[in-house]
């Protein structure tokens, strides 16, 4: 055998301390060698004999640091070059293909630095080492190295350049290390840019408990900030962003904080813990709407996250009177921080310092600020626990770029995801590359940044794709940024039937590529006959998709108008039963006479097959949320409201299955109708849903042949359902695949595209 052996290590091998890893191993094993970045991952030259070389790979493996991924290990014999002992090279360029890690939140050594009154990084806001901090925020270009981040701007000090170069070090090649001598600045200012007073993070602090809007600069953008516990200060912020209902997250000091407000499970508390810090939705505890008033009014959960940052850390610090070490991390706190997104009017998080002065003027009071640019927008994930696994209702900071391994190679595909809570996806190889949550394509803003998103995903991962997958609506952004897209550069297109889309996401995550029975249930999707659908009964096979039934239709009197008005639905359900003569008297209102006269004239009325608009119908009849303030609120509230009756038994009688594969739930509304406890009804209209969904699928397993579903699109984002339908099929010896690592709602539909085109 040769004396020499050449390895290759491919997956996220840069940035996570894979470098210092393989020269401290080589020394405990005796080898003598070298090791350098390049495009394409880690290469480690090493001589030194057969058994070392075995130790050393299987070592390799075992050890590698904690935020790095192997994905492959490839060794060859070598030509020997008699090195003398082990060196880390320098980085070789060259054509990508690899991939750099998402951010990660402060490790614990850091944190007990960042508290040491005696070190040279006490209360250090950007402290940072190879096991922790921003990656995909902060990366330009790979390899990865210092120059290709939003650091090159900050040249290394003499102390942290002996720390940079030592390979022993945990900060050896941490590309954003620095320190207070040679790192970024903070600075607090008021509305006119003038800095205010003192040290920054208590002059900011200072502002929240007066009952002020701060606007933090975090790793992928800002958040706005408050006192979650003064409810004028979160009143005043929901005033100012225009947001009315929606929930807003907070951030607190640890689990013993949260526990406090809302049920934290082992598997959610790991998951707040994980490295990539997403919100958590939490079951509320009695009293947390008292305590949080006006946070997440009328919702049964609430979003909660810890600190991730170094400058989190430090407002809770300073509340805390700044005691040295991390003792007091472990203790309840009383500090809660309001947390949302800096972005007026539905448009992209705010990333600049001079976007956020000019962007948040008259929302935000003060600004902490920083002079480290934020290269890539990424807002939060949020997560929630499906079974006790981990499920993301929006996929970003912490989770992008991380690679979904995917069922077989295939060309590389460009797809642009959906209109709402757009993602584009990018595949290289067997791997598919889902972008940050881009957002609702409502706004010109927004769709700047699917444009810019595309771009960066396209340089940071090398990949010029051979085709572009959209959605077969025409009129949607996206479908019309993919279109221009590939006109531009000569490609083939895919359009890409939605529902068919949202189970193709799960086949894909699942690693499956045989035929799946697919039930998507969602509130809108164009359907391959043009109609809208979103209650749907598939059998999908690759790129194929055969539509096997669907929810009985309803009608949208007024259109669109429908979908945020629930009581318009409520009044269809009414006319549907041939109690049309009872809209007006059960919505007293100027449209409900117009709306009565539409449906009985069939006019202004397309008929649906959508779910979500069901849900919203039984919401509107329950008296739950006549008018919806955000997309998805009635479901929402339905589902709290449930949540209080959980042992209602399904209606027997409560749906039908007719001959053409249509599933009627209409059979089953008069006896909520005559149920006098709300709660009652909502939760025995979500039992009766999810028994009708499983018998509906039993069927088609037994005409198929096909013994597992995928389950796909935002209404199984409902808990109840999920959990019930589930438990309904595991009965039948029937496969259920969820979504995970990407949302079951259109954040994950790119990712279906994507894979749809690549079988294709």
């Known amino acids: 055998m040769s004396p020499a052996r050449s390895v290759r290590v491919t997956g996220v ?37 057969d058994d070392r070389f075995d130790a050393f790979i299987e070592r390799l493996r075992r050890e590698a640091p904690p935020l790095s991924r192997i994905d492959g290990i490839e060794a060859h014999p070598a030509a020997f070059d008699d090195c003398a002992g082990f060196a880390v090279l320098d980085s070789e360029a060259g054509r990508v293909a690899t991939a750099i890690g998402p951010d990660a939140a402060i490790c614990p050594d850091c944190l007990a630095e960042m508290f040491d009154p005696a070190g040279r990084r006490w209360r250090h806001a950007f402290i940072t080492c190879t ?103 979160v009143a005043r912020l929901r005033a100012r962003k225009h947001r009315e209902e929606k929930p807003f997250a907070v951030m607190l000091a640890n ?105 948040l003027a008259g929302i935000a009071d003060a600004w902490l600020l920083h002079d480290r640019d934020v290269v890539s927008r990424c807002d939060d994930s949020v997560v929630r626990l499906s079974g006790g696994a981990v499920q993301a209702i929006r996929r970003s900071r912490g989770f992008v770029p991380r690679a979904i391994r995917l069922p077989a190679a295939g060309p590389s595909v460009l797809a642009f995801g959906a209109h709402l809570k757009n993602t584009v996806c990018v595949t290289r190889g067997g791997e598919a590359f889902v972008s940050q949550h881009v957002g609702d394509l409502d706004n010109a803003a927004t769709c700047d940044m699917l444009d810019e998103t595309v771009g960066r995903l396209l340089r940071l991962l090398d990949v010029e794709p051979e085709a572009v997958a959209h959605d077969l609506h025409p009129d949607y952004r996206a479908t019309q940024a993919a279109l221009a897209f590939a006109q531009e550069r000569g490609l083939p297109t895919f359009a ?77 359900l009414l006319h549907a039963l041939g109690r049309g003569d009872e809209i007006e008297r059960r919505f007293p209102g100027p449209a409900a006479g117009a709306v009565r006269e539409m449906l009985a004239r069939g006019i202004q009325s397309p008929p649906t097959s959508s779910c979500g608009r069901w849900f ?35 209606d027997p009688d409560g749906y039908a299955i007719g001959g053409d594969g249509t599933l009627d739930l209409l059979r089953g509304i ?75 709602n259109d954040g994950g539909l790119s990712l279906g595209q994507a894979w749809v085109a690549c079988r294709r």
């Not at 880690?42 to 030194?48: P, Q, T």
């Not at 068919?500 to 998507?520: M, N, Q």
């Not at 006549?626 to 399904?650: I, K, S, T």
């Open 13 to 49: 091998v840069q940035g996570v301390g894979f470098r210092p890893f393989v020269w401290r191993l080589a020394q405990d094993i005796g080898l003598r060698g070298w090791v350098r970045n390049d495009a394409a991952g880690v290469d480690i030259h090493l001589e030194g004999g």
């Open 131 to 233: 096991h922790c901090g921003p990656r995909y925020t902060v990366t330009r270009a790979l390899p990865y190295d210092r120059p290709q981040t939003s650091l090159a701007g900050f040249p290394l000090c003499p102390a942290c350049e002996r720390e940079y170069r030592d390979p022993a070090d945990r900060r050896f090649h941490a590309e954003t290390t620095c320190c207070p001598d040679c790192g970024p600045r903070l600075r607090c200012v008021d509305a006119a840019g003038d800095a205010l007073a003192g040290d920054p993070v208590a002059a900011a602090l200072g502002e929240i408990r007066r009952g002020r809007i701060v606007a933090v600069k975090g790793l992928g953008g800002f958040h706005l900030c408050c006192d979650a516990n003064d409810a004028e200060a």
């Open 255 to 359: 689990v013993d904080s949260i526990a406090a407000h809302a049920e934290v499970s082992a598997a959610e508390q790991a998951a707040l813990e994980s490295r990539e810090r997403p919100i958590v939705l939490l079951r509320k505890r009695a009293g947390a709407d008292d305590a949080f008033s006006g946070v997440a009014p009328g919702i049964a959960w609430i979003g909660a996250m810890l600190p991730y940052t170094p400058l989190h850390w430090l407002l809770f610090h300073e509340g805390c009177g700044r005691p040295a070490g991390t003792d007091w991390t472990l203790r309840g706190h009383p500090l809660a921080l309001v947390m949302t997104s800096a972005n007026p009017g539905g448009e992209p998080i705010v990333r600049d310092d001079a976007e956020a002065l000019a962007r």
């Open 496 to 572: 890409v039937q939605h529902h068919h889309a949202h189970i193709a996401a799960v086949a894909a995550e699942r690693g499956r590529d045989e035929p799946l029975l697919g039930l998507a249930l969602d509130g809108v999707g164009f359907g391959a006959d043009g109609g809208i659908w979103g209650g749907e009964l598939l059998r999908v096979d690759g790129m194929r998709c055969e539509r096997l039934g669907h929810l009985r239709e309803l009608p949208l009197p007024g259109g669109d108008r429908a979908a945020r008005e629930p009581w318009r639905m409520a009044a269809a």
């Open 616 to 650: 919203d119908a039984v919401a509107g009849l329950l008296g739950v949320k006549p008018v919806a303030a955000f997309e998805g609120q009635a479901a929402m509230l339905l589902e709290g409201l449930a949540e209080r009756a959980p042992d209602a038994a399904p």
């Open 670 to 744: 008069p006896a909520l109708l005559a149920e006098p406890d709300a709660a009652m009804a909502a939760a025995r209209f979500h039992a009766t849903l999810a028994a009708g969904l499983a018998e509906w699928l039993r069927r088609a397993s037994e005409a198929t042949g096909v013994r597992a579903v995928a389950l796909g699109g935002g209404c199984f984002m409902n808990r109840i359902l999920s959990h019930r339908l589930e438990q309904a099929l595991a009965t039948s010896g029937i496969e259920v695949l969820q979504a995970g690592a990407v949302p079951p």
